[in-house]
Nanobody
Framework: QVQLVESGGGSVQAGGSLRLSCAASGRTGSYYPMGWFRQAQGREREIVSAISWSDGNTYYADSVKGRFTISRDNAKNTVYLQMNSLKPEDTAVYYC??????????????????WGQGTQVTVSS
């Protein structure tokens, strides 16, 4: 089993920045493709960004492209999401997820095996 713990959420004004972290613990002997999802109140959970474990290939939803950056430190079993130029519509609970295997990135939540508990991001106008 792998446990994922997110941190770094909070409240910020529009235009501000936050950096989310997701630390993996447990059976982390292998590296995993990882992703960030978010769920705003009353809406379905959606993909924000994803990253492969080996070559660093990344994916960004159109809504965050150019503003968010995903990165990972395999030695620390940690993935990050740097969020700049935040907008009120970025307000949501953000979840990190890990997949047991695979050499690329994955954008469908059904493709992930482990989930964190979520961290709230609130952007005020």
């Amino acid at each position: 089993q792998v446990q994922l713990v997110e941190s770094g959420g909070g409240s910020v004004q529009a235009g501000g920045s936050l950096r989310l972290s997701c630390a993996a613990s447990g059976r982390t002997g292998s590296y995993y493709p990882m992703g960030w999802f978010r769920q705003a109140q009353g809406r379905e959970r959606e993909i924000v960004s994803a990253i492969s474990w080996s070559d660093g290939n990344t994916y960004y939803a159109d809504s965050v492209k150019g503003r968010f950056t995903i990165s990972r430190d395999n030695a620390k079993n940690t993935v990050y999401l740097q969020m700049n130029s935040l907008k009120p519509e970025d307000t949501a609970v953000y979840y990190c997820a890990a997949r047991r295997r695979g050499g690329y990135y994955y954008t469908d939540q059904e493709q992930y095996d482990y989930w964190g508990q979520g961290t709230q991001v609130t952007v005020s106008s």
